[in-house]
Structure formats: C-alpha cells, structure tokens
C-alpha cells in the first residue's frame, strides 16, 4: 500500500518525507487557504520539487470546459501532478478527456461503488471513496472500499483505490486489509500507525534495565 499524506503544509510533508514511507501527496484549494497560501500553483510546484511521488492538484471549476483547461494547466506544472476532478457529470466527460490525452487524474468525492465504476471506465488513474465521511453519517466507508475493490478485480480495471477521508489508524489498516491501493491521511494519523503503548512501556523496561546492568559493572 502507498502512503500518502493530505495536506498543505510543506513542513508537515518534509517530516513524513523524513520518516522514509511517504509515496506522495493530496492537497487542494481549502487545505491551502488553512495555511494562508494564495498562490495555489506556486505551492503545488514546491511540493512537486520536495518529493518523486504523486502529488494531487484538485480543480476549482465544475464545467467541462472549464475543467479540462485548469486540468491542462495544472497538469503542466510537473511531470508529477495527478489533477483532482470531482465526481459529477462534467467530471467523468473531462476525466475521459483527460485521459485520452495522457493526463492523470484522481476521481475526488466518491461516495458509492457505482460512481466509482463511473470513474474507472472513464479512465481515473486514482479513485478517492471518502470513508470517514460517510461513517460521520452512520453509513460504513469500509464496506465502499471492498465494493470497489472487488469491482475492480472482477473487470481489471487499472484505477488505484485511494482511500480517502481517513481519520484514525483503523481505517488504515481495514483499507490495507481489503485491497486500496493507496491510504491518504493527516499527519497525525501517520504519527498514530507509529504508537502502541507495549512498544512505549517495553522500549522503556529495556533502557531500565541497560541502565541498572552498566552501574552493576561500574561498581
């Protein structure tokens, strides 16, 4: 599985880039505007010079003109920019066009598995189900993940599974369980794969111990 983060933040980037399991990265419009960025290209292309992976650029336009030409423009900031289009109507039409025309794209806002067949057959190199949303409305975000999953195994459609809207490690480790392709989370979860209270309490017993072994020797 691919580990990518979700975010703006180029400081929060460096340090999973630092960490060693960072494949890449999804950010957009709003999580730039958290951080006060105003030129939304400009930081695209510095974190398209940070790292090798992917980074996803999403679209601000909801016509399919109009989507096609930002999708261009995007697309030519870096050889590793996979443009983020939304899943409506004029989405999947530009997302066929976008494709034919050897451009990446990452299919945002998936909520169903029939949307998601929708995207693959239009030609989305990714397809981001929103998990933690649909779990804020009582609906279960795993069971779309292993929908897609499967419906992608049954055709072989080549479209990554990008699980999306990740909120804690549990929904890592289901979306790894069941197949996704990629996870792409906050920094925090990224920290949270990385914690278990045995780890904390062994790692400590074992210093404990070293430390009492050293002072037997220097007495």
């Known amino acids: 599985?691919?580990?990518?983060?979700?975010?703006?933040?180029?400081d929060e980037i460096q340090e999973a880039h630092d960490l060693g399991v960072l494949?890449?990265?999804?950010?957009?419009?709003?999580?730039c505007a958290k951080?006060?960025?105003?030129?939304?290209?400009?930081?695209?292309?510095?974190?398209?010079?940070?790292?090798?992976?992917?980074?996803?650029?999403?679209?601000?336009?909801?016509?399919?003109?109009?989507i096609v030409e930002e999708a261009r423009h995007l697309a030519?900031?870096?050889?590793?920019?996979?443009?983020?289009?939304?899943?409506?109507?004029?989405?999947?039409?530009?997302?066929?066009?976008?494709?034919?025309?050897?451009?990446?794209?990452?299919?945002?806002?998936?909520f169903s598995a029939t949307q998601a067949l929708l995207a693959a057959k239009a030609g989305a190199t990714y397809i981001s189900?929103?998990?933690?949303?649909?779990?804020?409305?009582?609906?279960?975000g795993m069971q779309l993940i292993e929908d897609v999953v499967t419906i992608y195994d049954n055709y072989g459609y080549e479209t990554e599974v990008l699980a999306a809207s990740i909120r804690h490690p549990m929904h890592v480790l289901e979306s790894a369980r069941l197949g996704a392709d990629v996870a792409t989370m906050p920094l925090s979860v990224i920290d949270q794969l990385l914690h278990?209270?045995?780890?904390?309490?062994?790692?400590?017993?074992?210093?404990?111990?070293?430390?009492?072994?050293q002072k037997e020797l220097a007495e």
Do not use: Q
């Open 129 to 140: 189900p929103f998990i933690g949303r649909l779990d804020d409305i009582s609906e279960d």
């Open 196 to 213: 278990h209270p045995l780890t904390d309490s062994g790692l400590e017993r074992f210093l404990a111990d070293w430390d009492s072994l």
């Open 35 to 66: 951080i006060g960025v105003a030129d939304f290209e400009g930081h695209i292309a510095k974190i398209c010079n940070m790292i090798e992976g992917d980074v996803s650029a999403e679209v601000v336009s909801t016509e399919y003109d109009e």
């Open 76 to 110: 030519a900031i870096a050889e590793n920019v996979v443009v983020k289009v939304p899943l409506i109507k004029d989405g999947i039409k530009a997302i066929r066009t976008l494709s034919d025309e050897g451009i990446r794209t990452n299919c945002t806002l998936c």
């Open 23 to 31: 494949d890449g990265v999804t950010t957009n419009p709003s999580l």
């Open 1 to 10: 599985m691919k580990f990518f983060i979700d975010t703006a933040d180029l």
